[in-house]
């Protein structure tokens, strides 16, 4: 099987009819129906059944059309680093955001290296701190932004920012104080980001408290969202802040809660990355007077 087959397999899946991937595909349905013939006799197995409307994958053609499409993807991004390698300081950079990050730093950053570097686009994967490590271990990505905590392991790793975590809520639930405790916290309902949870969860347990877990999610706009409805209280790093909307929404410090969160830029060791990433390195490098390797 070859690059095309998959193409033209994918397409059939995604189009559900070989008459409509035909159509997209600008060819004639016979030679079309033929190449998925010859794919499944070459994978050795029925790929999807033909139904009167639409085709039906089988648990091989499930397995197939996964791996396809990222195949694909991976064939796309690698000719188009070949491409920039070929042409220098055009290209794309391919970078993971995680959402808290998106909103504040990002966008300064992606400022001061628009004007060094007009010609460099951006493709951007938005996602939670694991989902874009998983990205950078696949290679569909090249660099991210990332918070603490997460494993390092095979990974190049440079701390750009450290912030504290805050208390996120309708004013209604400070009471007119300037900051909080962990014992105020106990009695509210709580909203945590899940990598978070265990580390808190411990801070509370040390101080002698249980505090009331009203919801867990994995993603800091999810917790914002939440927090600014007045459901309850978000634990975030100061610089999540940014995408509250409601007025009545506001952060307090928690006076007996010392930990914080970094920013950090993440690659994956000992692999190649694309001269539009290289040049934000070193843009980065510039910004934050800190080295990248």
């Given at each position: 099987?070859d690059?095309?087959?998959?193409?033209?397999?994918?397409?059939?899946i995604q189009?559900g009819?070989?008459?409509?991937?035909?159509?997209?595909?600008?060819?004639?349905?016979?030679?079309?129906?033929?190449?998925?013939?010859l794919?499944?006799?070459?994978?050795?197995?029925?790929?999807?059944?033909?139904?009167?409307?639409?085709?039906?994958l089988?648990a091989?053609?499930?397995?197939?059309?996964?791996?396809?499409?990222?195949?694909?993807?991976?064939?796309?991004?690698?000719?188009?680093?070949?491409?920039?390698?070929?042409?220098?300081?055009?290209?794309?950079?391919?970078?993971?955001?995680?959402?808290?990050?998106?909103?504040t730093y990002?966008?300064?950053?992606?400022?001061?290296?628009?004007?060094q570097?007009?010609?460099?686009?951006?493709e951007?994967?938005?996602?939670?701190?694991?989902?874009?490590?998983e990205?950078?271990?696949?290679?569909?990505?090249?660099?991210?932004?990332?918070?603490?905590?997460?494993?390092?392991?095979?990974?190049?790793?440079?701390?750009?920012?450290?912030?504290?975590?805050?208390?996120v809520?309708?004013?209604?639930?400070?009471?007119?104080?300037?900051?909080?405790?962990?014992?105020?916290?106990?009695?509210l309902?709580?909203?945590?980001?899940?990598?978070?949870?265990?580390i808190?969860?411990?801070?509370?347990?040390?101080a002698?408290?249980?505090?009331?877990?009203?919801c867990?999610?994995?993603?800091?706009?999810t917790?914002?969202?939440?927090?600014?409805?007045?459901?309850g209280?978000?634990?975030?790093?100061?610089?999540?802040?940014?995408?509250?909307?409601?007025?009545?929404?506001?952060?307090?410090?928690?006076?007996?809660?010392?930990?914080?969160?970094?920013?950090?830029?993440?690659?994956?060791q000992?692999?190649?990355?694309?001269?539009?990433?290289?040049?934000?390195?070193?843009?980065?490098?510039?910004?934050?007077?800190?080295?990248?390797?």
């Amino acid at each position: 099987m070859d690059l095309k087959q998959l193409s033209y397999f994918v397409t059939v899946i995604q189009e559900g009819t070989i008459s409509g991937a035909a159509r997209k595909l600008h060819l004639t349905q016979p030679p079309l129906s033929a190449q998925m013939k010859l794919l499944e006799e070459e994978a050795g197995c029925l790929l999807f059944e033909r139904g009167s409307r639409h085709v039906q994958l089988t648990a091989a053609g499930q397995m197939l059309y996964g791996r396809a499409v990222k195949m694909l993807e991976l064939a796309d991004i690698t000719a188009r680093e070949l491409k920039d390698y070929r042409d220098g300081t055009a290209g794309c950079l391919r970078l993971g955001v995680v959402s808290s990050v998106g909103s504040t730093y990002l966008i300064h950053a992606v400022q001061d290296f628009q004007k060094q570097y007009p010609h460099i686009d951006f493709e951007l994967t938005e996602g939670n701190t694991y989902q874009l490590l998983e990205q950078l271990s696949s290679g569909l990505i090249e660099l991210a932004l990332v918070r603490t905590p997460f494993s390092k392991q095979g990974l190049t790793s440079v701390p750009l920012i450290e912030e504290p975590l805050l208390a996120v809520g309708s004013k209604r639930y400070f009471q007119n104080k300037n900051s909080i405790t962990l014992s105020d916290l106990s009695g509210l309902p709580l909203i945590l980001y899940r990598r978070w949870e265990p580390i808190l969860l411990e801070s509370f347990r040390e101080a002698g408290l249980v505090p009331h877990v009203f919801c867990k999610n994995d993603d800091a706009r999810t917790s914002v969202i939440w927090a600014d409805a007045g459901l309850g209280i978000s634990i975030l790093p100061a610089s999540a802040f940014g995408l509250v909307k409601n007025p009545d929404t506001v952060s307090r410090q928690i006076s007996d809660l010392p930990l914080t969160s970094s920013i950090c830029l993440v690659r994956s060791q000992d692999t190649w990355i694309s001269t539009a990433a290289r040049a934000f390195l070193n843009c980065l490098s510039e910004t934050y007077d800190h080295p990248f390797t």
